[in-house]
């Protein structure tokens, strides 16, 4: 009888944070610490509305003027929108949340706007505004610039696009996207959490795009889409894959896939790996329909925000504020000793 497993054992942590991302991360928070850049657009995917959301920018952004960009909407159950705009208006009530479909220009022109008001706000010091895009890989980050320079200035594409995460690997410049008042923006590349520590999320970022598959292991992303799949009742890989009945064992459905797209390997035996990466890309595609991965009920958000997010913001802060009090202790004893001169120069 088809039953489904009450939990998905998993305890390996998929980590991916490279070279360029800790560079980028490093540059990023030196051009928000400066004046450069007035507005920060996070933008989050939103089939991981609470996964996705990289604590490292919260901190480094502070009382930055910050968009919240919710993408990839045309991805996702729509109901879902309604849950996270009542749940920021709780917790971050300072902070506007936008959702855009990128790669169609959905709802970009409200970025656009939320920049072309900041620019006019206070047109007297500033004569242009520069808008921060940041995320984590893959989200469409790119894809949203070109949007906003396709809407704004009628221009064609500034930045590159990819459907591997990590494409854009440099800070880069900046590319304007409306005229009158002017607002430029900045690419970065996308960041990953540095230490995801919880492994079902980290395998929830990994199935949605945010860590290159090479990493994580394609088995055990389609085994748990599987599990989620049939939790959510969508069972449409029955017909797809023609198998007798819903199944809990990924090994079955793995073995149809292959045979039915012909991933064989020499022998003739199904190249399990090439059909998982089948089914997951699928699932990206929007093939199975329209689901949320995170659990987005009241509970589930507010579990997030105050066991989550917000103890590790204070935990953070607490660290940064001894790390400041340690120093100026040690400046103090050197100020003592004659080694500085006024506030902090040596001699
Ligand atoms: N379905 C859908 N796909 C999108 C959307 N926005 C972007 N994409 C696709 O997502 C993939 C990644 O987009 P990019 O714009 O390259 O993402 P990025 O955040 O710049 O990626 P990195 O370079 O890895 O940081 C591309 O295949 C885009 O076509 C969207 O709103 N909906």
Redesign the pocket.
């Known amino acids: 009888m088809f039953q489904i497993r009450p939990h998905f054992a998993y305890e390996k942590v998929i980590n991916w944070f490279p070279g360029h991302m800790a560079k980028g991360l490093r540059i990023i928070s030196e051009k928000l610490s400066s004046n450069v850049v007035r507005i920060l657009n996070y933008?989050i995917i939103i089939y991981i509305p609470l996964s996705a959301i990289n604590l490292k920018f919260e901190e480094i952004a502070g009382a930055k003027d910050r968009v919240i960009v919710y993408?990839?909407?045309?991805?996702a159950d729509e109901s879902v929108q309604e849950q996270i705009i009542k749940s920021f208006a709780k917790y971050r009530p300072n902070q506007r949340v936008i959702f855009?479909?990128?790669?169609?220009d959905?709802n970009v022109k409200s970025i656009i706007k939320i920049a072309a008001a900041k620019a006019k706000e206070d047109s007297i010091q500033y004569s242009y505004v520069t808008v921060m895009v940041v995320?984590m890989?893959?989200?469409?980050?790119?894809?949203?610039i070109n949007s906003m320079r396709s809407i704004g200035v009628h221009k064609g594409k500034a930045?590159?696009?990819?459907?591997?995460?990590?494409?854009?690997r440099s800070v880069a410049g900046t590319v304007k996207v409306l005229e009158n008042p002017s607002v430029y923006l900045i690419?970065t590349?996308?960041v990953m959490i540095p230490h995801i520590s919880d492994p079902i999320n980290s395998l929830k970022v990994a199935l949605t795009?945010g860590i290159r598959d090479h990493v994580a292991d394609l088995e055990v992303m389609a085994d748990y889409l599987l599990w989620r799949l049939n939790q959510f009742g969508n069972f449409s890989y029955v017909e797809k894959f023609k198998l007798p009945g819903p199944t809990d064992d990924i090994n079955i459905l793995l073995q149809a896939i292959g045979k039915r797209i012909g991933a064989l390997q020499k022998g003739g035996a199904v190249d399990l790996n090439n059909s998982a990466m089948f089914f997951v890309k699928q699932y990206r595609?929007?093939k199975y329909g329209r689901y949320t991965l995170d659990d987005v009920s009241p509970e589930g958000i507010e579990a997030h925000f105050t066991q989550v997010v917000d103890p590790v913001l204070s935990k953070n802060q607490a660290k940064k504020l001894e790390w400041a009090k340690k120093t100026e202790k040690r400046l103090e004893r050197w100020r003592k000793k004659g080694l500085l001169k006024g506030k902090n120069s040596f001699n």
């Open positions: 933008i993408n990839k909407t045309d991805l855009t479909s990128a790669n169609v959905k995320g890989p893959n989200v469409g980050k790119s894809t949203l930045a590159r696009t990819g459907a591997l995460p990590g494409v854009t690419d590349p996308g795009g595609q929007g």
